[in-house]
């Protein structure tokens, strides 16, 4: 048994035009004694390995043996995120939210609970303008220490009754592995955010507990990464999970980051888990969040998650993208105007 | 006068803390013999200096002075591709074509003129399904120089008979300021590719004649770069300007470039020219195509530029990445579909 | 008080060129409110505010007010890790070695301890070579889930023997906020990973403990932002902080990461900490590791740490990065040599 | 023949898992009417096809065919500036300098020719430090079109009066395929800049004339791609080509760009073609450039080209980065003791 089970890796092992035949043994040897299978090929001067190997055999550093020029990984055809594992559409439900399977889901909240009156008014006007899923964090990974780090505790009471009061499930952040549990009480749906994407310690305990996990792209990492990371959620034994697409970073600095719209597309060939997208975090500005949620809409995407806020130019986070109750009701009307025709 | 003409510039000079003040004086008498104007202010500990200067003065070198910490370059206001220069939106005029001003215009056609046979049944097969414009190349810049580099002047002829044939006009790239006559004296748009983005002679040519220009941005460029080779252009006496988003350089494997969806309303913030988008090159891959083609239209892009090939598998350039015509034909079912509720 | 203390913070708010007055009124009411100064000249044609806000007032979202067309924050000059805070260098004592003030120390050692055969053998060749302490880990975060994830706890027993038997102090990292204590009861110097740079929570309880840190930079973060991350240590308490540069995420695939070099005397003039340079993890290739030490070393780094493996070719972890010992030893004979005409 | 002569290329298609039969037979039939020749292979439940085509058969769009999910290309061995096709260093004499084959060459002078006063007292100060090359341009490609674009053939003229006078050979940009001629005429080696690096109707008429050519890496250009525009110079009939790294397109805004060191070996084990920095450009600061330049010395490269202006606040244009004489001079003395040592 070669990659056909949870981990196996396909290799394609490229030899040096100057390899030794005994490097070519050496490499043939290893990959049997690691429980792989292997065929060397000669063409075009070079000899060329395609293997898989099995997991768990931890596989010897390749590229450092003798004579061996490159190595090319293949994404294993058998992860659980991956839809070669499961071709049909995950549903995650979230309370009466569903994500995935078609529909767009609409989660919109302040990026921050700042205070009761603030998260009451701004679940109330997401509520009537018609979201599904209430967004709102107690806990924010800020880049300086000196930032406002979020309500806790407190905060996470005051979205329990928004969610009382508006009948709104709610996403909430999580940022340390001893709080997946208490965060988990309260919410309906626990975020893990981008700058945590490979905290793995972190990962695999939203793993250990019941509530869907949504999962944020790392503004830095690659779609691959990205799926790794769901898959240490998937593996320790729960398969409801969320992407969410936010933007990556790059050189053009007139958005926050650079908004990956194809990573919609390509994650749903690669992967049956629904993936949405954060037009706010990603732009960083007011003014983008129309264009871009239309944009995720028309793209494909399961659903977006919006910063709304009851009044953005007081906002103790990110302020600077959200919209105000008024524009975000005429979003939902655009939206529900296109999504009926797509 | 300061900045109040073409090609003024406006800075802010940050003062280190521990600038001494004949640091300051120098950056102010050196502000001043620059012909501009300026004003210090202290906050926090520190002098921070705005300025205005004017053209054609070349300004020294800021960041160089002594006690200088960081130099903040504002764009200048009055660019002649930018909004501030002229507040309504551009339309530009390509035969019986129109971009800009609200609608969606679509170009297709081959990434390259390879016979007879293959232009015609693309031209035909594309106005056929309802495009405005044909595209195909005849000079291709390839980054080997042992792949197909186009057919040359042939390959307009042969887009001027698929022109006469189905009364399409076409754009055609220009790689050369040496044939930019020539080659404008075939197409109806010429274009600037990519990788010429930053060839400022080749922009300044494409000034000089009257044809318009297509000028795609730098896969590694800045909007604000790509705005300054728009402006190339324009100051050279031709304003009929057509922007290309084509997707950008990063570290994601899975597409050829990241489509960078917000760059178009950015753009439209910031100026007047119509901006289309070319999913086919961002992607490099067939089943991205129409996905960021709604994308592009839902996100308020002028127009889209796509790949279509009668074969694509037999294409000697970028065939990944064409449609087939029948794909083409129900994606342009769709595109009008969207377009009717945008 | 405006940004005289720690936390505060200099902006710089450029009003749009088309703002109200009214929309500057209240740009410096809001000032004035959360406590800051705040002093505006026009320039150009544009009003820019310079301004001051102390901590722990949250800033409101700036961006967000009406006529505000672009805010730079300019980096506070009170941060606990910076040169104004601290003009002089600061040395980081681990055991008999020292890190800072001058001076080149080599940290050397497999990536993973596996074995007690192979760390033993380890750190028996980097000692006889000239190493000042050795690496190894005991926990290892890796991409994917179904990769070998280190000995744990039994590796942190084998590193101690290795530390008795040879006299080297070494360093290990640190995944999880709740090994913190445990490892840092083996370890002479914990490791925060390069993935773990944004790990707020990792990085307060590195803080809050009396071992020295080495913070290394995540592979996508800016030098501010690896400032930053060294400021949540630092305000915890703990300023024995070395900074180690490992390379960064670009597009370029010739090597793993791109070894930011430039960073080494950037971070010297911004921070008092010294800064080590990683060639083994950056380049991920045995050939370059020599050529990028003896840069390191040029170019004033503080120190280096090296992959060393007695058997690279059977290293379960980062095999073709690690130089065998003999490599590793002609290294140091050039280190050496170079070390004494700088 | 496979790939066996100049421009011949080996690839590795990888089928897709529910690729038919059929699938695999198109693939292989397509290789063989391209005149290339296969072997396929099934390891870990796909197909991999190894093989080899040659030049000039334009290939196919192998990723087009039904059933393929991947193509790898492997640079060709055959490449005429390739270390597989030249194994020994080459050696690009201009005037009495030498670049490449051990030693490290200093190219020196200001960014731009400004005045004959400028340039002959730049000239004076680097022939004085040691330099055996003098640099200047008379053609500047920038990012605006209304910054000072140099003093054209003027300033050939007073390169050649300051060559006259000190001895120095001197090299200068070209940005017009139409100019490579009157500047051949003019400098001793020509250079083509980051922004022209794939401007290849420059690059091809760079290698149609006789005078040596520096080729500077692109800022955004992956090194296959730099060796690539290299091949373009080379084919042409020119090989006497330098290479110059000057930084990357990074994220990270503390430097203008990132200079890869790496880049440096990693070339040198790829080519035959001497490699030099570019520590100013890459930096943009004044004080990088002495810590940069060690750096390139102690990686191994064959030189550097340093910004020198006899006045550097007063600079036209990149005054930032441009060294004063007697910084320069300490600098040069830092290289000689560092250099006898490696």
Redesign the interface.
């Known amino acids: 048994m070669?990659?056909?089970s949870?981990?196996?890796?396909?290799l394609?092992i490229?030899m040096d035009?100057a390899a030794a035949p005994a490097d070519l043994e050496q490499v043939l040897d290893r990959l049997r004694a690691a429980g792989g299978?292997?065929?060397a090929?000669?063409?075009?001067?070079?000899v060329?390995v395609?293997?898989?190997v099995p997991?768990?055999v931890?596989p010897?550093?390749?590229?450092?043996?003798?004579g061996v020029e490159?190595v090319?990984h293949?994404a294993?055809?058998v992860r659980l995120v991956s839809r070669?594992h499961q071709p049909a559409d995950s549903v995650v439900e979230v309370g009466a939210a569903r994500l995935g399977g078609g529909g767009f889901t609409v989660i919109a909240g302040p990026c921050a609970v700042e205070s009761r009156e603030q998260i009451l008014a701004a679940a109330a006007a997401v509520q009537a303008a018609g979201a599904s899923l209430l967004r709102g964090d107690a806990f924010k990974?800020?880049?300086?220490?000196?930032?406002?780090q979020g309500l806790g505790r407190a905060g996470l009471d005051l979205l329990a009754e928004a969610r009382e009061r508006f009948g709104l499930p709610f996403v909430a952040e999580v940022?340390?592995?001893?709080q997946v549990e208490m965060v988990a009480g309260y919410a309906d749906l626990i975020r893990i955010g981008s700058?945590?994407m490979?905290?793995?310690?972190?990962l695999a305990e939203a793993g250990r507990q019941p509530r869907p996990v949504m999962l944020k792209r790392?503004?830095?990492a690659?779609?691959?990464?990205w799926l790794?990371a769901a898959?240490?959620i998937c593996?320790e034994g729960n398969p409801r999970i969320v992407l969410c697409e936010r933007g990556?970073?790059?050189?053009?600095?007139?958005?926050r980051n650079?908004?990956?719209?194809?990573?919609?597309?390509?994650v749903q060939?690669l992967s049956h888990l629904p993936v949405v997208v954060d037009p706010s975090h990603?732009?960083g500005?007011?003014?983008?969040v129309a264009?871009?949620t239309?944009?995720?809409?028309?793209?494909?995407a399961d659903g977006v998650m919006i910063d709304v806020h009851p009044e953005?130019?007081?906002?103790?986070?990110?302020?600077?993208?959200?919209l105000p109750p008024g524009e975000f009701a005429a979003l939902m009307e655009r939206v529900r105007?296109?999504a009926?025709?797509?």
Chains 1, 2, 3, 4 share one sequence.
Do not use: C, M
Request: no cysteine; glycine share 6%.
């Open positions: 070669a990659a056909g949870n981990g196996g890796e396909s394609i490229v035009a299978s292997a065929e090929t000669t063409q075009a001067g070079r060329v395609a293997a898989g997991h768990p931890p010897p550093a390749w590229e450092a043996l003798p490159r090319f293949l294993s055809p070669h990974p800020r880049t300086s220490p000196y930032s406002f940022v340390d592995p001893r700058r945590n490979s905290n793995f310690t972190l790392g503004f830095t690659t779609i691959e990464e790794d898959e240490y593996k990556i970073r790059t050189f053009e600095s007139q958005t650079t908004l990956d719209i194809s990573a919609v597309p390509v060939s990603a732009a500005r007011r003014a983008l264009p871009l239309l944009a995720a809409l028309a793209v494909g953005p130019e007081s906002a103790l986070v990110d302020g600077a993208q959200a105007a296109l009926a025709v797509l």
